[in-house]
């Protein structure tokens, strides 16, 4: 710094640690959950179609649907179901899609599909799920 009059530690950032959670929080059921995932620009948690069929023993596309998005209008399901339907291209999800659990070993995607559909995962998807949320107080 005395040679060339500059200091690179002039206006650095302070270090300020983030403050620990107080709270820490699960979501438990007496079957084996799906996996969640998020997509890039997007605050919603979301889970494959197919996965969530299998952990709620459904038979179809449709019956899921009925039950998780009653008041769906009339329609084609993926203009019916909008709020809770989405369908990407497969190399659209692999790119936006972040996987949500812990320790997870990695969800078995059908690459050969052209497209994944996913199901917003909301309050209607736990309670078919029968989900209870646990709060864990860490202080």
Request: charged letters at 30%.
């Amino acid at each position: 710094p005395d040679e060339t009059g500059f200091d690179p530690l002039t206006d650095a950032p302070s270090f300020t640690p983030e403050p620990e959670p107080d709270e820490f929080e699960v979501e438990m059921s007496d079957i084996c959950l799906p996996v969640l995932f998020t997509l890039h620009n997007d605050p919603d948690k979301w889970v494959l179609l197919q996965d969530l069929m299998t952990a709620a023993k459904v038979k179809s596309r449709d019956a899921l649907l009925r039950q998780i998005n009653p008041k769906a209008s009339s329609g084609p399901p993926s203009v019916a179901h909008r709020e809770v339907m989405r369908e990407l291209k497969l190399p659209d999800f692999l790119e936006q899609s972040r996987c949500c659990h812990l320790l997870s070993a990695g969800e078995k995607i059908n690459v050969r599909a052209s497209k994944v559909t996913l199901i917003k995962y909301t309050d209607k998807v736990k309670a078919l799920l029968n989900v209870e949320r646990i709060v864990i107080n860490l202080r």
